[in-house]
């Protein structure tokens, strides 16, 4: 019975020590549970999460710039275009018709009458002393009465210094001095996706708007209407009727192109808006100012056609980027430094020739009087031809 007893009280005592040992040992546990969480939370020492939780940033919340400033400082600088002249219209519905032309000639037997035609569209102050940018289009004709109505309301007379139909531009004057000046952007550093403002005057009422989007793409051509010497800046930002000859600028407030046109299908905005790049329209706009006209070279003597898939085979080019002479003159300057009928045009000064718009801006922006290195291909065969630059015959002036 001894030994029962004495079996019994070592078992309950067993079992107190454990149960004893187990307290001490959880309460151990929490407490450095407790402690390596307060050490945590003050020690610099402590390694990173694997997977940190997201700054609460307007970046990563999706937030836009701020682009108020630079809309701010850009808006007083695009003015309100205005203009009209007075057109005569034949009284005759049949002037178009070309059989009833081929009895009467371009001389309506039913008289003409007289009706005064407006324009309206936007413009861009790039001298603190008058001068104003804008499309030809705006203009709408050498005998145009053109006046520029500024932000704040002041409405001027405008001299047409002059205009360049090929890149769709017009400098204008006014008499006025300490305006609001768009510092001029580098468009060729434009990148797709870039944030750009479109500021102008849409359908002639609502002044000074400004619309948001992104750089669709850079050098694009139009195909069949402006584009021979123009590399087209696209944007999604909303452009409108009234929106042309407005400023195109990026985030930092900059003139980067011109709005110039629009492709729609129904007249109105469709997401793809297209301005002259900022490079091209100050250039134009000092050739004009300090020449009259825009100055562009010219290779006489040959007459280009685009290079298509069907005619590289033909030729058995490497492929269809280029331009083929398809006529050459063999009094030309051209024939006499080694070009000749036939021959592809690769590359102009190194620069690759893509296709016969391309060459036409690289040719039209080289030095005149100056030579040019044309690459060609001919018979499997590629070769250079240093070829001199003339002036080409340019938009003159239409000062009033």
Known sequence: MFSTIRRITLVVVFVLAGFVAGLVLTGRMRTAEEAGASVGETSQNRPAPTQPAPARTAASLGGLPDLTQAAEAAIPSVPNISSQQVVRTPNSPFMNDPFFR????NQSPFGYRERLQQSLGSGV???ADGYVLTNNHVIGGERAEVSVTLSDKREFRAKIVGTDEATDLAVLKIDARNLPVL???DSSKLKVAEWVLAIGNPFGVLSQTVTLGIVSATGRSLEGQLGAYVDFVQTDAAINQGNSGGAL????????????AIFSQSGGYQGVGFAVPSNLAKHVMQEIINYGAVRRGTITGID???LTERLAQRFRAPSASGVIVSAISQESDAYAAGV???????????APVTDASRFMR???????GGTCTLGLYRDGRTLTARVPIVQSGGTRARGR
């Open 183 to 185: 510092p001029w952007g």
């Open 362 to 368: 690289l040719l039209s922006e080289a030095p005149i």
């Open 304 to 306: 280009l056609y685009p």
């Open 125 to 127: 102050v790039v001298s």
């Open 102 to 105: 081929e009895f009467f000639g």
């Open 340 to 350: 000749r009928q036939y021959d592809i045009v690769t590359t102009f000064n190194g």
């Open 249 to 260: 600028i990026n985030a930092r407030g900059e003139l980067v192109g011109i709005n110039t």
